[in-house]
């Protein structure tokens, strides 16, 4: 279905989608492309149609293990069955940044000035007739080209931004699920009120001195009661920190057109 949909999603794109005028060639040089992609993306689905369903039973079997195992078992499939769409937005994204950088580097072209790099600043520079010629002729192509562009990274751009977002509140979801006390409400339940767990023991100082005529060494420890429910701690990636980023700072790296590493957003509590 999903590959039936995406399909049919290509295939509106062909002429003019929302009363769009697209480059013709490149809209159909773009379109046999990620059809071609569709198409082998179906074929492997039914290579591997069989044995998929030897693996219900285990799978079924498995989800007996809770309710979170379950989740991430789903934001694991949701990632499988969008890793062509995936795939699509990484090509648009290219392409995308591409035409942006092309375009802002022949405007400060046709503007007069270029960007130095050694002082890393933008300053005035005399360039030659057949340079400003050449610049504005790839220019107006690429500002013609830009569109076409933009309807597809906005059409994958939104794909891969609604599948970012269904498996990072299926993460919230999971997470809130691990920081249930389970142990705690059964020890509620069953009247039982102290826990090891919940007692923070700490050595405040060792001291050397006589008590009652005994030489010996003084120990200072501060007892402190504990909450039941565990504290919530922020999520944080512990693989890298360039990764940390919510379903806001996603959406504007969509609009900057910046390439997203990570299929999913891998996130873990800070041990």
């Known amino acids: 279905n999903v ?31 990620f059809i071609y992609h569709v198409d082998l993306w179906a074929t492997f689905l039914d290579i591997v149609a069989p044995a998929l369903h030897y693996l219900f039973l285990p799978l079924s079997i498995l989800g007996l293990f809770g309710l979170s195992f379950q989740l991430a078992l789903l934001s694991d499939l949701l990632v499988l069955i969008t890793l062509h769409a995936h795939c699509f937005y990484i090509y648009a994204a290219v392409l995308y940044r591409l035409e942006i950088f092309g375009i802002g580097a022949l405007w400060r072209v046709v503007l ?34 830009l569109p076409t562009v933009l309807v597809y990274y906005v059409v994958f751009a939104t794909l891969r931004f609604g599948t970012y977002c269904i498996t990072y509140i299926l993460l919230i979801i999971r997470r809130r699920i691990l920081h249930l006390p389970v142990d705690t409400i059964m ?9 090891p767990d919940n007692v923070d023991v700490k050595l405040l100082a060792v001291e050397c001195g006589h008590v009652s005529d005994f030489a010996g060494s003084l120990t200072t420890i501060f007892i402190k009661p504990l909450p039941s429910w ?32 990570s299929i999913q957003p891998k996130f873990s509590a800070p041990q």
């Open 112 to 145: 007069g000035r270029r960007k130095n790099i050694l002082k890393n600043r933008v300053e005035s520079f005399e360039y030659k007739n057949s340079q400003l010629y050449l610049a504005t002729l790839f220019f107006a192509s690429l500002l013609f080209l």
């Open 187 to 195: 020890r509620w339940l069953f009247g039982v009120y102290i826990s």
């Open 3 to 33: 590959v039936y949909y995406l399909r049919g999603l290509l295939t509106s794109l062909r002429g003019s989608p929302a009363g769009l005028k697209l480059n013709v060639q490149l809209n159909h040089f773009l379109l046999k492309c």
């Open 230 to 261: 565990p504290q919530q701690s922020p999520m944080i990636d512990t693989q890298s920190d360039e990764n940390v980023y919510g379903i806001s700072q996603f959406f504007i790296r969509l609009i900057k057109g910046q390439l997203m590493g």
